[in-house]
Nanobody, 112 residues
Framework: QVRLVESGGGLVQAGGSLRLSCAASISINRMGWYRQTPGKQRELVADITYSGTINYGDSVKGRFTISRDSAKKTVYLQMNSLKPEDTAVYYC?????????WGQGTQVTVSS
C-alpha cells in the first residue's frame, strides 16, 4: 500500500503563487498531480517520471512547473500566475501497475 501526504494548498489572490508538495511512502516511477472541481471529472495537471519525462495539462502550461526529489520520494508543483479558474482540490497521484493511488487532496482557492 502506498501512502501519499500532500501539503501546501491555501488561499491566494489572482496572479499569486503556491507550491504543493507530495511525499510518497515508497519510490515510484511516475508521480503526478490532478485537480477536481465540483461536478467535473478529475483532470491531469502534470506528471513526471524518474527519467524526467513531464506532461502538463493544456490549461497550466507555462504557469505551473512540476519537479521531484527522488531521494525524498517527493513531487512538487510550483504554481505561478494563478487564476480563479485554478481553484480546485488538488490530488497527488501515483500509478502502480494498473492501480491508481491518491493523496487526501489539498484545497487551492484563487480569489479574483
Amino acid at each position: 500500500q502506498v501512502r501519499l501526504v500532500e501539503s501546501g494548498g491555501g488561499l491566494v489572490q489572482a496572479g499569486g503563487s503556491l507550491r504543493l508538495s507530495c511525499a510518497a511512502s515508497i519510490s515510484i516511477n511516475r508521480m503526478g498531480w490532478y485537480r477536481q472541481t465540483p461536478g467535473k471529472q478529475r483532470e491531469l495537471v502534470a506528471d513526471i517520471t524518474y527519467s524526467g519525462t513531464i506532461n502538463y495539462g493544456d490549461s497550466v502550461k507555462g504557469r505551473f512547473t512540476i519537479s521531484r526529489d527522488s531521494a525524498k520520494k517527493t513531487v512538487y508543483l510550483q504554481m505561478n500566475s494563478l487564476k480563479p479558474e485554478d481553484t480546485a482540490v488538488y490530488y497527488c497521484n501515483v500509478r502502480i501497475l494498473a492501480s491508481d493511488y491518491w493523496g487526501q487532496g489539498t484545497q487551492v482557492t484563487v480569489s479574483s
